[in-house]
Structure formats: C-alpha cells, structure tokens
C-alpha cells in the first residue's frame, strides 16, 4: 500500500515562505514515483502546482507559482519538498501531494486524474 503524509503547512504572512514536504510512509519508497503538488481552496477544484520526475530531471510548474515555488526531491530522505516563496494570499489551500509510476525522465504533468496515490493534505494559510 502507498502511503504519502505530507507536512509544513502553516499560516504565514503575505510575502513569507514555507516548505512543505511529502514524505512515503511505512513501506513506501518513492524513488519509482513521479510526484506532483496540487491544491484546492475552499470552493474551487483542485489545480496542479508543480510536479518532478522519479529521477529529479524533469520538473514543470503551472505559470501562478513560476519563479516562486521550487520542487526537489531527495531519493535518500524518501522525500519530496516545495519550497514557496513570496506567498500570497490566493496560494491559500489544502495542499496535497500525490503520486504515480512514471518513466523516470518524464513527468505526467498537472491533470490530477493521472495520478494513482494521494496523500491528506497540509493546510497552507496565506494571511496578515
């Protein structure tokens, strides 16, 4: 069983920062797993933020959070994180992180229907 737990959200001023991570839990290695981030605030459907490669090579971001947002990933750590930056109030959501097999240079882009594996979500809160 895939098990994904996220973590790192918080409330945060406008123009703060936060890193959320996304950890495999249990049994679960995610060195096999392309990773993406999505989000959802209250009353919209879910969007995709960034995602990256099972080999690191590959990321793509949605144009919201370019040049902002930053995804990593460390096979040792069994970890994948999102480094956010300059936040504003709009990145206010749950954020989710899930997963899927994929060839490790490529990456099944920000349509969360391609993905197989999801974990509960961190509530990142933008306000003053």
């Known amino acids: 069983q895939v098990q994904l737990v996220e973590s790192g959200g918080d409330l945060v001023q406008p123009g703060g920062s936060l890193r959320l991570s996304c950890t495999g839990s249990?049994?679960?290695?995610?060195?096999?797993?392309?990773i993406g981030w999505f989000r959802q605030a209250p009353g919209k459907a879910r969007e995709g933020v960034s995602c990256?490669?099972?080999?690191?090579?590959?990321?793509y971001y949605t144009d919201d959070v370019k040049g902002r947002f930053t995804i990593s990933r460390d096979h040792a750590q069994n970890t994948v994180w999102l480094q956010m930056n300059a936040l504003k109030p709009e990145d206010t959501a749950i954020y989710y992180c899930?997963?899927?097999?994929?060839?490790?240079?490529?990456?099944?882009?920000?349509?969360?229907?391609?993905?197989?594996?999801w974990g509960q979500g961190t509530q990142v809160t933008v306000s003053s």
């Open positions: 990256i490669s099972s080999s690191a090579a590959s990321t």
């Open positions: 899930a997963a899927v097999i994929f060839p490790s240079s490529g990456t099944p882009g920000l349509d969360p229907s391609r993905y197989d594996y």
């Open positions: 249990g049994s679960t290695i995610l060195d096999q797993f392309a």
